[in-house]
């Protein structure tokens, strides 16, 4: 399958003291919270995480995978390294350092991850299953290209900016829209953009983003 990323997953490597940590976090119990025993050791696995998320933040724009709020410069925070398949179940453990089981996502969007188990998948027992996107009920942050499904659309007034998802006409859209809670995000913003109406007349952003809204077919 092609990767709808980039730069592609395909090409990215770790440097050998990098993948030698990982294999031995990979053969503890739990191998993302693994605290190897050398000093050289915690650096090569703290680069290895942090090349992790660059790569997908650079992957997405540096913008939440699944909700597409910017993360720039969000800094910890803000921004979880997310693992897709939960690393807290012994099936997906050996997943723990799988790139393509691995994205940047926002803290609200990870919060609704926690709670879900993998509930988004379809079959989580045939392993080759899991590496293709037609197993997952959401849009997956490697297999499936957000823009197919989604559209986020912002206007920024002054200092306020309000927010509208399009969602477009595929199960993956309203899946997502609904795993993610993304009437959240416009709720919040439309609340805002009312209370804008007092000071700007006949409210500008609602006008501007339903006009844009219109452009995308909703
Ligand atoms: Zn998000």
Redesign the pocket.
């Known amino acids: 399958m092609a990767d709808p990323y980039q730069p592609s997953l395909n090409d990215f490597a770790f440097e050998a003291d990098e993948i030698e940590v990982i294999n031995l976090a990979l053969a503890s119990e739990k191998p993302w919270d693994y605290v190897p025993e050398c000093d050289a050791g915690v650096a090569a696995l703290k680069n290895a995480k942090s090349k992790i998320l660059n790569l997908h933040l650079q992957r997405h724009g540096w913008t939440?995978?699944?909700?597409?709020?910017s993360l720039q410069g969000a800094g910890p925070f803000m921004t979880d390294r997310e693992h897709i398949l939960p690393k807290g179940k012994p099936v997906y453990k050996m997943l723990s350092y799988a790139l393509w089981n691995l994205a940047a996502?926002?803290k609200?969007?990870?919060m609704q991850f926690k709670r879900s188990g993998d509930s988004f998948v379809i079959n989580s027992e045939d392993h080759d299953a899991l590496m293709k996107s037609d197993n997952y009920l959401l849009i997956h942050p490697n297999f499936d290209l957000w823009d197919d499904h989604l559209t986020r659309l912002s206007v920024q007034v002054n200092a306020k900016t309000i927010v509208k998802i399009v969602c477009r006409d595929t199960d993956k859209a309203v899946y997502t829209h609904d795993f993610?809670h993304l009437e959240e995000l416009e709720i919040d913003s439309f609340d805002t953009a009312q209370g804008l109406e007092s000071e700007i007349e006949e409210s500008a952003a609602v006008i501007e983003l339903r006009k844009l809204a219109k452009v995308f077919g909703q």
């Open positions: 939440c995978c699944y909700c597409r709020t996502a926002c609200r969007c990870n993610f």
